[in-house]
């Protein structure tokens, strides 16, 4: 089955303890992204990358770092998570060549993160 | 910038009606991709339908039609014959080249059928 994998769903952690979010595709997509959803402001993106070791910021990355060391997997990571970084995370992929950038993005089932 | 524009916060609308979502975009780009997507209370989104910028015909996927008008920079979302499963908050999206194909979304719009 064609999907996008996230975990853990559900996490709450205390402030400055490093976490780790995994995101993994199994239909080869180039295009990988990690958005953050809070109320009242949508979807903003966080990181994307194009491709194996392409990675570039979105509109919120601060307190976020990403890697892209193979094609299936996009982790996220927070190094010292605050308070502020409390919201719903998902991980998206989708093809990423020529027109195939115009096709819908696969997402994850989501993590709600807790930093307290 | 690339912008997206829902202003329809919330709507009520009664079962078995059709029910249409607004949604403008801003972009100077010649090439892009309109997408809507659904989230129920359940959290998971929804790939709904999707519209290219060169596409002449409005694309449809079962209940859901996109009414696109292009000189307008407008893409609704027209769900014909709501079910109360429809409940649920709508987003639209586009991508376009000059943004790295990044998705840039609306804030969404709450959707409640009444039975």
């Known amino acids: 089955e064609a999907q996008v994998t996230q975990n853990p769903r559900y996490l709450i952690t205390v402030t400055g303890k490093k976490l780790t979010v995994t995101c993994s595709q199994n239909m080869n997509h180039e295009y990988m992204s990690w958005y953050r959803q809070d109320p009242g402001l949508g979807l903003r993106q966080i990181y994307y990358s194009m491709n194996v070791e392409v990675t570039d910021k979105g509109d919120v990355p601060e307190g976020y770092k990403v890697s892209r060391k193979e094609k299936r997997n996009f982790p996220l990571i927070l190094e010292s998570p605050s308070p502020n970084q409390t919201s719903l995370y998902f991980c998206a992929s989708s093809f990423g060549t020529g027109d195939a950038h115009f096709t819908e993005a696969f997402f994850g089932q989501g993590t709600r993160l807790t930093v307290v | 910038a690339q912008k997206i524009t829902q202003t329809q916060p919330g709507m009520f609308v009664q079962e078995k009606e059709a029910v249409t979502l607004d949604c403008t975009y801003d972009?100077?780009?010649?090439?892009?991709?309109l997408f809507w997507y659904k989230q129920p209370s359940s959290g998971e989104m929804i790939f709904l339908i999707y519209q290219g910028s060169y596409d002449e015909q409005n694309a449809t996927e079962g209940r859901y039609s996109l009414n696109f008008q292009k000189a307008r920079k407008s893409a609704n979302l027209v769900i014909s014959a709501s079910q109360l499963g429809d409940s649920a908050m709508y987003f639209c999206?586009?991508?376009?080249?000059?943004?790295?194909?990044?998705?840039?979304w609306g804030a969404g719009t709450k959707l409640i059928i009444k039975p």
């Open positions: 972009t100077s780009d010649q090439s892009y991709g």
């Open positions: 999206a586009m991508r376009d080249r000059d943004s790295n194909y990044q998705l840039i």
